[in-house]
């Protein structure tokens, strides 16, 4: 084999390779778009289903905050006695109750809408037992103690229900 004939098989080879590794890229760009084509169909048919769901969630979320607001929450558990100290422990012990019924909706909420309601929930609790501290000495005072410390200030449930609504809105 001469000089001249490596080259003329290196000319006919050159274009053949050059064809090749064009059409290998095109190959590959499209099956990357196809894969990415179909992991978008993907995710938008678990958002169909995926949606109601965390709706749903933020929801019973909502109806939690309601539940503990504090002048709902006063006006629905009466007192059974007059012991201050039972009453206190009986609004509390209805808070957790209403929260550990919704501890699964965690996995459908973000982690920041999660620890704005932990938030509320522990601000109410505070709000409850500061009030207990006070000089109330029955259990119907306690009550009218607690409604009147909250009396000029928003309920941290409505500081939370207010987010929920907000990350609500964001996912349209």
């Excluded at 050059?18 to 978008?40: D, L």
């Excluded at 993907?42 to 504090?70: D, G, T, W």
């Excluded at 006006?75 to 039972?86: L, W």
Aim: hydrophobic share 40%.
């Amino acid at each position: 084999m001469t000089g001249d004939d490596i080259f003329q098989l290196f000319g006919f080879l050159l274009p053949a390779v050059v064809t090749g590794a064009v059409a290998f890229y095109f190959f590959r760009m499209h099956t990357n778009n196809e894969e990415g084509r179909r992991r978008y169909l993907l995710h938008k048919e678990s958002q169909k289903n995926v949606l109601p769901i965390r709706l749903q969630a933020y929801e019973r979320m909502a109806l939690f905050l309601e539940r503990i607001n504090i002048t709902s929450l006063v006006v629905r558990v009466a007192p059974q006695s007059n012991d201050k100290g039972k009453y206190e422990n009986l609004l509390i012990s209805n808070i957790e109750k209403e929260f550990d019924h919704n501890l699964a909706q965690q996995i459908y909420i973000s982690n920041e809408c999660w620890n704005i309601i932990k938030a509320a929930k522990g601000a109410t609790i505070q709000i409850i037992r500061k009030a207990a501290m006070s000089e109330a000495d029955s259990a119907d005072k306690l009550r009218e103690g607690i409604l009147n410390e909250t009396m000029d200030m928003q309920s941290p449930s409505a500081t939370a229900l207010a987010y929920i609504k907000k990350e609500i809105s964001e996912l349209w």
